[in-house]
């Protein structure tokens, strides 16, 4: 996100843009690849509500977030666009307040991908993410890229979220 220092994520928040809401898409590939057509939109605080209850030492990645926020609400899949803005908005609007901290640095991109748009970048991630002990490896010679190393064990069920 572009000039962070000038925005107040912890409005944007709690903005819900008359969300929840569902949406029947029509388009054959987009039905295809996401499984039906029956779309769900988070309100960007549902992500917060989540990702403050990732324990520490687990991970979560913004795909089983969708996922969960899904089958929650009988969807087919939950939309993908503004799950990963609203992930990142949940994490600029934690670094701006002092109090209760969301710990999103434990949510991950696909598959166990550091987020280079969270305050202070992958670098501040990847410390946070090894002070709870997880494995950072990075991969590329130009693009380089950060990933949990077998992330995938240190899931959290969020099936096990009230």
């Known amino acids: 996100m572009a000039n962070e220092s ?9 903005d819900s843009k008359d969300m929840p809401k569902f949406q029947t898409i029509t388009d054959l590939k987009s039905i295809a690849k996401y499984g039906g057509n ?34 929650l609400n009988k969807a ?15 994490a600029w609007a934690s670094h701006q307040r002092s109090a209760e901290p969301t710990p999103y ?11 280079p748009k ?8 990847k410390e946070k993410l090894e002070a709870e002990g997880h494995t950072i490896i990075q991969k590329g010679r130009t693009n380089i890229r950060y990933f949990v190393k077998n992330y995938e ?6 099936s096990q979220l009230k």
């Open 38 to 71: 029956r779309m769900y939109f988070a309100p960007p605080i549902d992500y917060d509500t989540v990702m403050k209850q990732i324990p520490y030492g687990k991970v979560t990645t913004v795909g089983a977030i969708r996922e969960y926020f899904a089958k």
């Open 105 to 115: 640095w434990r949510t991950l991109k696909a598959n166990g991908e550091l987020n």
């Open 153 to 158: 064990q240190a899931l959290f069920d969020l």
């Open 118 to 125: 969270y305050p202070n970048g992958a670098a501040a991630q």
């Open 6 to 14: 000038q925005k107040d994520f912890n409005a944007m928040l709690h």
């Open 76 to 90: 087919d899949f939950t939309e993908p666009i503004t799950a990963g803005i609203f992930v990142s908005i949940a």
